[in-house]
């Protein structure tokens, strides 16, 4: 650090001076440093597109549009689909959902309006905690605890009063879409409450008061008029957890079965975009195969961006409007 | 049931209900630390911190490799993303227009949301590619990339909310604005930046996905950055889809060492941030 930067700037006798200047104080350069370095957030970004469709092109232009109709997956013929994984990638987030959705907004709405402001802290910093989980321990557990249990009580349960329906029907190995969405479950509901949590709080008080007033009851109050103040940052909630569930890849991996096939039931193994990568990348003997396992990514990148993209959108209109 | 009784019951049901949700969401992490820790705690012995793994199906050594793996990949990943990440929030605080940091802003979030098995092809094609072998290199890139969105946003909101008044008082006494920031918004503003250094560091401390394929993994100790490099994470999946006992075991062990890790360094950081919170106010 020169000692020299605080002296005060002359007076500018030019452009050119007042550039050189304003170098000399510093702050110029420290403007075009930070600058240089945002903007490598920015080119990250442009590379990553880049890299995955510059790295792909042999598989986007043999298969086409084909790629997303087809449920070929074979090495020796080099014939490649992806509606398994896309079909499989959807479900599981689907059946996350389900589960954590409900879960979730129950948990938000007690820590919110309920808990008083200490005891909600605590919770939601446990609740944060499982967030910071690594995806491979969930996996991990999920692979000697859930998968038996389902195996064991909860498959054979399902089957003998839902086996009628496609959706139960099938052997109960444990592993399959139904285990995978639990797990994404569990991993979804953190974000869903951390951040439906804070459009909760954000609603101002006059909302609850005048409900009240009005002689709802506390539930009422909460889901006729608070709730419906914080929809959006709900929503935006919702969909960085769906945005999760669909890139997620140890935990289901580890439980999915690993199976490209499309299955109308839930009990059977399946795969998933991010699975598949994971579990062949590392041996993709051709390279079509790996440039299909790169095209995949690409369209994994593609529907992230969109439906994390929806969820900053929905979560910036809340903050907006709850400060105006 | 009169109308009112009947409101009064949907009341009382709708939010006990709620309260279940939480019972439900908190106590599964009670139910993931008590069943790691009943599960590593029972794996763990002394040979895995000091020892190297052993062959397919053969009982004992360790994961000492692992361990270091991790610390190097890990400490090489925020060499890269700290700084990045901590000046471009610099940037997006200090120096920003509109239009620009609002972009960089939103592509942080974005990038903050690519899922990691992304980011690993993405470090596959940079990185392993062109020197056509797996590497610490390559891993680290990895991580460095999941790293720099989080550090950017972190350091930006909390340097967003030193108060404007303190950059006045600097300014006024002639300083200018590079050292306004050095010398007085950062420093008002280190507990909470950190905080969010150790969290994200913690975050990809735990990830896996993006080393399958670009740090790889290595039964042996790797010397350098360059050779394949074995990591905790790794270890974990691998050992864990395996059909050996002892390997379930050693997963088991390397799971409650990883957790450990994690949540450790999120306590750490809630610490960091609380007492610097308080000492602001103070």
């Known amino acids: ?324 | 049931m009169s109308r009112l009784a009947w409101r009064n019951f949907v009341n009382n049901v709708m939010l006990s209900l709620t309260a279940v949700c939480t019972f439900l969401t908190v106590s599964t992490l009670f139910l993931i630390l008590g069943y790691l820790v009943y599960n590593g705690g029972k794996s763990l012995d002394w040979n895995f911190f000091t020892q190297l793994p052993k062959g397919p199906g053969e009982v004992g050594g360790g994961m000492a490799n692992a361990i270091v793996g991790t610390a190097k990949l890990v400490g090489l990943a925020s060499v890269i993303g700290i700084p990045i990440g901590f000046i471009a929030g610099i940037y997006l605080s200090e120096f920003g227009g509109i239009t620009f940091p609002f972009i960089i802003r939103y592509i942080a979030d974005l990038l903050n949301g690519v899922p990691s098995i992304v980011v690993g092809i993405f470090a596959y094609a940079v990185v392993v590619l062109p020197l056509k072998h797996f590497s610490a290199w390559a891993g680290s890139v990895a991580l460095a990339v999941m790293l720099i969105p989080v550090v950017v946003r972190n350091t930006e909101q909390f340097l967003q909310s030193v108060p404007q008044s303190l950059r006045e008082g600097a300014l006024s006494l002639g300083a200018s604005k590079w050292r306004t920031i050095v010398t007085v918004v950062v420093p008002a503003s280190i507990s909470g930046i950190l905080t969010g250094i150790i969290l994200g560091v913690a975050r990809i401390a735990g990830e896996t996905a993006p080393l399958i394929f670009t740090s790889f993994g290595n039964q042996f100790w790797s010397s350098g950055f360059n050779e394949p490099t074995s990591s905790l994470p790794v270890m974990v999946y691998n050992y864990a889809i395996s059909p050996y006992d002892d390997w379930h075991r050693q997963a088991w062990a390397a799971g409650l060492v990883l957790l450990a890790l994690v949540l450790v360094s999120n306590i750490l950081a809630r610490g960091i941030l609380a007492r610097g919170v308080a000492a602001n106010r103070g």
């Not at chain 1, 001076?17 to 600058?35: E, N």
């Not at chain 1, 569930?245 to 039931?265: C, D, F, K, Q, Y």
């Open chain 1, 1 to 324: 650090m020169p000692s020299s930067v605080a002296v005060s700037v002359p007076p500018a006798t030019g452009a050119k001076a007042t550039f050189f200047s304003r170098l000399k104080g510093g702050d110029q350069v420290a403007y075009l440093i930070t600058l240089l370095f945002a903007s490598i957030v920015l080119l990250i970004a442009v590379l990553i597109v880049f890299v995955l469709w510059q790295e792909s092109t042999i598989a986007r232009h043999k298969f086409g549009l084909g790629f997303f109709t087809s449920s070929a997956w074979d090495h020796n013929e080099d014939n490649y689909g992806a509606l398994p994984f896309i079909y499989g990638t959807l479900l599981t987030s689907f059946l996350a959902l389900l589960f954590a959705v409900p879960l979730g907004v129950g948990a938000a709405i007690f820590l919110a309006e309920l808990a008083p402001p200490k005891i909600s802290n605590a919770l939601t910093f446990m609740v944060e905690l499982l967030a910071a989980v690594p995806s491979v321990i969930y996996g991990l557990l999920a692979i000697f605890t859930l998968v038996p249990l389902l195996r064991d009580y909860v498959e054979p349960a399902l089957k003998a009063t839902l086996g009628f329906t496609p959706l139960f029907s099938g052997a109960a190995y444990g592993v399959g879409y139904l285990a995978a969405g639990a797990v994404l479950a569990i991993m979804t509901f953190p974000f869903i409450i951390s951040v439906s949590r804070e459009a909760l709080l954000d609603v101002p008080r006059e909302q609850r008061e005048a409900a009240l007033a009005l002689g709802a009851t506390r539930w009422e109050a909460t889901w006729q008029a608070v709730v419906p103040f914080a929809k959006l940052g709900i929503m935006g909630s919702i969909f960085l957890g769906l945005a999760r569930a669909l890139g997620e890849t140890m935990a289901v991996t580890m439980v999915i079965g690993n199976v490209p096939r499309i299955s109308a039931s839930l009990l059977s193994s399946g795969y998933t975009i991010a699975s598949v990568i994971a579990n062949e990348f590392a041996e993709a003997s051709s390279d079509i195969f790996r440039e299909s396992l790169i095209f995949l990514a690409l369209v994994l990148f593609l529907l992230t961006i969109v439906i994390n993209g929806a969820a900053r959108l929905l979560i910036i209109a809340t903050t907006r409007k709850g400060s105006t």
